[in-house]
């Protein structure tokens, strides 16, 4: 029946296309908010963010929206799709203040006229790019992902890399980890696994394949956190394994069986172990922005030799692994590592904390936090944390949070918005949701990744992973990157210290 309705409009739409919609004249007001989608009532958003769009989300046979800011208005009919250049008038006339949207929608005969809401727009403007890896959750197979990158300005989407170029049937792979120094396009990095594996380091023009394995250290590199300045990437260095749940609400857990620090300096190929006591799980790093400290986290774990085998046992006893966020300082000059040290005892909570991200001034630490374990995007208990670094306070990030999945999360360049993976949605799915965050830490309602059509991601059966901002987009042909992946690695040589 609603599947019917919506047919029915998209045809009243191109019929009317070639008039300007207008508000009715006569209608019955409504106490309630209209049930749109995606929800962007009384959202905050930058003030250079594409146009949000939106349908009813109730069966109706038309709707009008009208957004209105100063003397500047915009109304759609059917959907919600405001023009770009009209929204970009509209926007400027409201920065700083806000766009009032009023919903009416049709039945029969009769309008409705909905309680009207607000679009807040921020002065603070967001990262123009941002990138993500697109990925269907089957669990399985994993051939046809692909890194690809979006223009928050409008819905320019663009991909960086499409993995089907180098995966054959049995001869696949799977690429992760995408990572930028200082939010810079011309910098980057991403690994492959399995056939054609490496990482891939492009520098300024420069593209080479690194071949991270070496006897001295745990696996190649995993999961990276570039120098904001030095070429230096700290890796944690894992080995993973995932099992599936018949009954529990969470589908699958990802292990994390054994894991160390190293660090890679890219100039000169040379590896060397920060962190590899077999008892500790390490994980995540994570720079400050002045490149003085690093942020990591980790769990203790040590092996009952009554047990088969180690992995065996992680997995049995995985509610009780709960993962600390420590740091270590770093001096630039010296390039020597301190001691590390606690920074949240995630587990005197009877939680776990992963993911730590800093904020560009230095003063927020944000995570995920969960019940247990180490990839919090399976976890429907998953939440965002702040802590505030001049005080020590630690608390859920305030309004960023819902009843389901919140996880991966990067800060923009300018620290004022932040992007997660949420499954808010429909608890299968992650989406990209960005937040306004304040000097004092406090967050804005989420909202939804805008698209082109509203009922996109509805209808796009894959999720978004490590949602981080760039500068600009990637100008490397996919292509490009496919003949470096094909072609061999360039060895590393283990040291036992970095040397300026």
Not at 18 to 47: A, G, M, N, R, W
Not at 125 to 148: A, G, M
Not at 424 to 448: C, Q, V
Not at 486 to 493: A, I, S
């Given at each position: 029946?609603?599947?019917?309705?919506?047919?029915?409009?998209?045809?009243?739409?191109?019929?009317?296309?070639?008039?300007?919609?207008?508000?009715?004249?006569?209608?019955?007001?409504?106490?309630?908010?209209?049930?749109?989608?995606?929800?962007?009532?009384?959202?905050?958003?930058?003030?250079?963010?594409?146009?949000?769009?939106?349908?009813?989300?109730?069966?109706?046979?038309?709707?009008?929206?009208?957004?209105?800011?100063?003397?500047?208005?915009?109304?759609?009919?059917?959907?919600?799709?405001?023009?770009?250049?009209?929204?970009?008038?509209?926007?400027?006339?409201?920065?700083?203040?806000?766009?009032?949207?009023?919903?009416?929608?049709?039945?029969?005969?009769?309008?409705?006229?909905?309680?009207?809401?607000?679009?807040?727009?921020?002065?603070?403007?967001?990262?123009?790019?941002?990138?993500?890896?697109?990925?269907?959750?089957?669990?399985?197979?994993?051939?046809?992902?692909?890194?690809?990158?979006?223009?928050?300005?409008?819905?320019?989407?663009?991909?960086?890399?499409?993995?089907?170029?180098?995966?054959?049937?049995?001869?696949?792979?799977?690429?992760?980890?995408?990572?930028y120094q200082q939010y810079n396009p011309e910098r980057m990095q991403f690994h492959a696994r399995q056939k054609s594996g490496g990482t891939v380091i492009a520098y300024d023009g420069k593209i080479k394949k690194v071949n991270m394995r070496n006897d001295s250290i745990l696996s190649a590199g995993v999961y990276p956190a570039w120098h904001p300045w030095l070429k230096l990437i700290v890796?944690?260095?894992?080995?993973?394994?995932?099992?599936?749940?018949?009954?529990?609400?969470?589908?699958?857990?990802?292990?994390?069986?054994?894991?160390?620090?190293?660090?890679?300096?890219?100039?000169?190929?040379?590896?060397?172990?920060?962190?590899?006591?077999?008892?500790?799980?390490?994980?995540?790093?994570?720079?400050?922005?002045?490149?003085?400290?690093?942020?990591?986290?980790?769990?203790?774990?040590?092996?009952?030799?009554?047990?088969?085998?180690?992995?065996?046992?992680?997995?049995?006893?995985?509610?009780?692994?709960?993962?600390?966020?420590?740091?270590?300082?770093?001096?630039?000059?010296?390039?020597?590592?301190?001691?590390?040290?606690?920074?949240?005892?995630?587990?005197?909570?009877?939680?776990?904390?992963?993911?730590?991200?800093?904020?560009?001034?230095?003063?927020?630490?944000?995570?995920?936090?969960?019940?247990?374990?180490?990839?919090?995007?399976?976890?429907?208990?998953?939440?965002?944390?702040?802590?505030?670094?001049?005080?020590?306070?630690?608390?859920?990030?305030?309004?960023?949070?819902?009843?389901?999945?919140?996880?991966?999360?990067?800060?923009?360049?300018?620290?004022?918005?932040?992007?997660?993976?949420?499954?808010?949605?429909?608890?299968?799915?992650?989406?990209?949701?960005?937040?306004?965050?304040?000097?004092?830490?406090?967050?804005?309602?989420?909202?939804?990744?805008?698209?082109?059509?509203?009922?996109?991601?509805?209808?796009?059966?894959?999720?978004?992973?490590?949602?981080?901002?760039?500068?600009?987009?990637?100008?490397?042909?996919?292509?490009?990157?496919?003949?470096?992946?094909?072609?061999?690695?360039?060895?590393?040589?283990?040291?036992?210290?970095?040397?300026?």
């Amino acid at each position: 029946m609603i599947m019917k309705a919506r047919t029915l409009l998209y045809l009243c739409v191109a019929l009317v296309g070639c008039t300007s919609p207008k508000v009715p004249e006569t209608f019955t007001d409504s106490k309630s908010l209209p049930k749109i989608y995606p929800d962007y009532t009384d959202v905050t958003i930058p003030v250079n963010m594409a146009p949000l769009t939106f349908e009813l989300d109730t069966l109706a046979d038309d709707m009008i929206a009208r957004f209105a800011a100063g003397d500047a208005e915009i109304i759609c009919q059917g959907k919600a799709q405001p023009d770009a250049d009209d929204w970009r008038t509209l926007v400027e006339k409201a920065r700083g203040g806000k766009i009032t949207v009023d919903v009416y929608a049709q039945q029969a005969d009769q309008w409705t006229h909905y309680k009207p809401f607000n679009i807040f727009v921020s002065p603070d403007s967001i990262d123009s790019w941002l990138s993500y890896r697109l990925i269907h959750p089957s669990f399985v197979s994993y051939e046809s992902l692909t890194i690809s990158q979006r223009c928050l300005e409008n819905y320019d989407e663009r991909v960086v890399y499409d993995n089907m170029l180098c995966s054959f049937e049995k001869e696949s792979q799977c690429i992760n980890c995408h990572h930028y120094q200082q939010y810079n396009p011309e910098r980057m990095q991403f690994h492959a696994r399995q056939k054609s594996g490496g990482t891939v380091i492009a520098y300024d023009g420069k593209i080479k394949k690194v071949n991270m394995r070496n006897d001295s250290i745990l696996s190649a590199g995993v999961y990276p956190a570039w120098h904001p300045w030095l070429k230096l990437i700290v890796y944690s260095t894992n080995k993973t394994l995932q099992s599936f749940h018949t009954t529990h609400a969470n589908k699958i857990e990802v292990y994390d069986t054994s894991s160390d620090l190293i660090a890679y300096d890219i100039d000169k190929g040379e590896v060397t172990n920060l962190e590899n006591d077999s008892t500790e799980l390490d994980v995540f790093p994570a720079w400050t922005p002045d490149g003085k400290t690093l942020y990591y986290c980790s769990a203790h774990f040590e092996r009952d030799y009554s047990a088969r085998t180690r992995t065996l046992e992680i997995v049995r006893r995985s509610p009780q692994i709960k993962y600390n966020i420590y740091r270590k300082s770093f001096d630039p000059e010296t390039m020597t590592f301190g001691p590390r040290e606690i920074v949240f005892a995630a587990d005197s909570l009877g939680k776990s904390a992963t993911l730590p991200r800093i904020s560009p001034d230095g003063r927020y630490l944000m995570f995920a936090l969960a019940e247990f374990g180490v990839f919090h995007i399976w976890h429907h208990d998953a939440d965002l944390w702040l802590m505030d670094l001049q005080t020590g306070e630690a608390k859920p990030a305030p309004g960023l949070n819902s009843s389901d999945t919140e996880s991966y999360h990067s800060w923009s360049s300018n620290g004022r918005w932040v992007v997660f993976s949420s499954r808010r949605d429909d608890g299968t799915y992650t989406r990209p949701f960005f937040a306004h965050i304040d000097e004092k830490g406090n967050g804005t309602k989420p909202f939804e990744l805008p698209c082109a059509d509203p009922d996109y991601h509805r209808q796009f059966m894959r999720s978004y992973n490590i949602p981080e901002f760039m500068h600009g987009p990637v100008t490397i042909a996919p292509q490009t990157f496919a003949d470096v992946l094909k072609g061999e690695g360039e060895p590393v040589k283990y040291v036992q210290k970095l040397s300026k």
